[in-house]
């Protein structure tokens, strides 16, 4: 017999998504068991880019200042399209409490979140353990989750089940919750080489080329991360080129790191592919059960906005999760309240992802355009914009601070911070 767990929530995924929201749970008193399938937090290549409402959050939440040593501003931001400048933007004149993004890996970030709830009673972190099945109670309700891990089967049961195991979410295909998946029309190649002496260590940079394009971010300690983008299901005919391809790409887009790349790029295994799709989930719950991050709302790489959405995410789901439970303790079921918290989470949340989205897929399709008219009018674009501090502000405040600007109207309710003992 699989032995047995009872919490209050189990979390599937120990990713920004999961445990920020198992932090934010512990900090409210809320039982919390987050399964997470990896041994140790090693995710090079993903989700490093902190858009500065996340900063703002982790500084709020008191993880900033845990991190920081391991992180990287990014004062500026420069798009280049055959060698001109066409945009430029200095995050200092942003009137914002945090008006950078940062470069931020996520083992520190992972680390950090999982200290700092390991120290508050009801905090668990399962690792190498897999979800395989959804339990459900005698009226269908979802009520737990099965598992395996090094010591065999087991289950844990939870008035809450949250699916925070990201874009190929395994928990959201056990739900049976309907969803629609759009391929984009490339995929990305990634991978990092030692920042060129050229290069201030501050400056996001995207460089354009045709219907071509990469990106350049500056990271931790001293490297760049670079991705460019490749034809949909391209990689398997860009490989049989040999890793040549891979360093013409770069010296056609930003040839002051062509040695850099050619000396620390010399196979293709020392890269990484990220294929590029949006997902949309209609409902992101369903009795005893919530979708939040990835898994219920995939977005692209474009702009960072993958960490940011699943950090608000778990902000927002721990508050109104915490106030059902509370709910349920006075004596009423706790079902009918998590249900609806459940459905408030989506309600408050789901505008904001659906912006991030449209604006995403308007970059996307511009990176995309080929023909010579189109190219013409994207650069006319990209002037107009760069020419005029006020749509750069307008449309940086719908990309980036979203958060920060509604502060000043309504305050987002975060976890207190523990009383440090002896105070």
Excluded at 23 to 39: F, I, N, W
Excluded at 297 to 315: C, S
Excluded at 406 to 412: D, K, M, S
Aim: aromatic share 6%.
């Amino acid at each position: 017999m699989a032995a047995a767990h009872r919490t209050q929530v189990c979390v599937v995924g120990g990713g920004p998504a999961g445990l920020t929201l198992a932090l934010e749970l512990a900090r409210r008193s809320v039982a919390v068991t987050v399964v997470e399938q990896s041994a140790r937090f090693d995710r090079s290549f993903r989700g490093e880019s902190i858009s500065p409402d996340s900063v703002w959050l982790l500084d709020r939440m008191g993880l900033l200042d845990k991190v920081r040593d391991q992180t990287l501003e990014t004062h500026h931001m420069e798009i280049m399209e055959n060698g001109r400048t066409v945009l430029s933007a200095d995050f200092a004149a942003f009137d914002q409490p945090s008006p950078y993004p940062m470069e931020l890996p996520q083992p520190p970030l992972l680390t950090a979140l999982t200290e700092e709830a390991s120290a508050l009673p009801g905090f668990k972190l399962v690792r190498k353990a897999a979800a395989t099945g959804l339990l459900h109670d005698a009226d269908g309700r979802v009520a737990g989750v099965r598992c395996t891990g090094p010591d065999g089967p087991f289950e844990v049961h939870a008035a809450l089940t949250v699916g925070a195991d990201g874009r190929f979410s395994k928990v959201r295909e056990m739900s049976g919750l309907a969803y629609e998946k759009t391929p984009l029309e490339r995929d990305f190649v990634w991978f990092k080489v030692p920042r060129p002496a050229a290069w201030d260590g501050h400056t996001y940079r995207v460089r354009i080329v045709g219907d071509r394009h990469g990106l350049f971010i500056p990271t931790v300690p001293d490297l760049v991360r670079v991705g460019f983008n490749i034809p949909k299901g391209g990689l398997r005919d860009m490989r049989k080129e040999g890793v040549r391809a891979l360093h013409a790409r770069i010296d056609e887009l930003a040839p002051e790191i062509s040695t850099g790349v050619r000396d620390a790029v010399t196979k293709w295994s020392d890269t990484s592919m990220l294929d590029i799709f949006t997902t949309v989930v209609p409902q992101w719950s369903c009795p005893g059960l919530a979708l939040m991050g990835d898994a219920a709302h995939t977005l692209t790489p474009v702009l960072g906005q993958g960490v940011n959405h699943a950090i608000t995410d778990a902000v927002v789901l721990a508050r109104l999760t915490s106030e059902a439970l509370a709910h349920g303790g006075t004596g009423a079921s706790p079902h009918a309240a998590l249900d609806a918290a459940t459905q408030r989470f989506q309600q408050e949340r789901e505008a904001s992802v659906a912006v991030a989205r449209t604006l995403q897929l308007r970059q996307e399709r511009a990176f995309a355009l080929s023909g010579r008219l189109s190219r013409a009018l994207r650069r006319t674009v990209y002037r107009t914009v760069g020419s005029s501090t006020r749509a750069k502000g307008k449309i940086f405040a719908r990309i980036y601070y979203p958060l920060q600007e509604a502060e000043r109207t309504r305050p987002l309710d975060i976890a207190p911070l523990p009383v440090p003992s002896g105070q």
